[in-house]
């Protein structure tokens, strides 16, 4: 089975959680490859026209793991622009960790989860759950390490 990490990171937060999820993955033996959607501009004011720097081919992989922020409440621009050009996921089994500033999962992180799953299960992928990590306060290490090893224990 392999396994794409496909992540969107604008300040580094969460790409330091996918990569904490890469090597849990990996320490298990699983073939896990860490990929970043990136846009040349991801200004809010216009998040219908964003543009894709890297939009990486995901064809070769049977699981992903989308790891994404919260940008007003909804799924960051970037990623929701890649994945809803990605027309086709049938066959592929996906799990979401997504990464939000605010103190409560309620905040902004447990609907962005739900707009994440709905749109990989309106492309035809088999969405096995998600986590959310809370950015904001002490403890942040513990919780990215409990959220991804959570998300590894659905693939």
């Given at each position: 089975?392999?396994?794409g990490?496909?992540?969107n990171?604008?300040s580094?937060?969460?790409?330091?959680?996918?990569?904490?999820?890469k090597?849990?993955?990996?320490?298990?033996?699983?073939?896990?490859?860490?990929?970043?959607?990136?846009?040349?501009?991801?200004?809010?004011?216009?998040?219908?026209?964003?543009?894709?720097?890297?939009a990486p081919d995901?064809s070769?992989?049977d699981?992903l793991?989308?790891?994404?922020?919260?940008m007003?409440g909804t799924?960051?621009p970037?990623?929701?622009t890649?994945?809803s050009?990605?027309?086709?996921l049938?066959?592929k089994?996906?799990?979401?960790m997504?990464?939000?500033?605010?103190?409560?999962k309620?905040?902004?992180?447990?609907?962005t989860?739900?707009?994440?799953e709905r749109l990989?299960e309106?492309k035809?992928a088999l969405?096995?759950?998600?986590?959310?990590?809370?950015?904001?306060?002490?403890?942040?290490?513990?919780?990215?390490d409990s959220?991804?090893?959570w998300t590894?224990?659905?693939?």
């Amino acid at each position: 089975m392999k396994i794409g990490i496909i992540v969107n990171s604008k300040s580094g937060h969460t790409l330091q959680a996918a990569e904490v999820l890469k090597q849990k993955l990996a320490a298990r033996g699983l073939d896990v490859r860490l990929e970043r959607v990136s846009a040349y501009d991801e200004s809010p004011m216009d998040k219908g026209s964003v543009k894709l720097k890297s939009a990486p081919d995901i064809s070769g992989y049977d699981t992903l793991v989308v790891c994404a922020w919260v940008m007003g409440g909804t799924l960051c621009p970037a990623m929701n622009t890649y994945l809803s050009g990605n027309n086709n996921l049938s066959g592929k089994t996906a799990v979401c960790m997504i990464t939000h500033a605010f103190p409560f999962k309620s905040w902004g992180g447990t609907q962005t989860l739900n707009q994440t799953e709905r749109l990989l299960e309106s492309k035809g992928a088999l969405v096995k759950g998600g986590g959310i990590v809370n950015w904001m306060g002490f403890g942040r290490k513990s919780r990215i390490d409990s959220v991804a090893e959570w998300t590894a224990g659905l693939i």
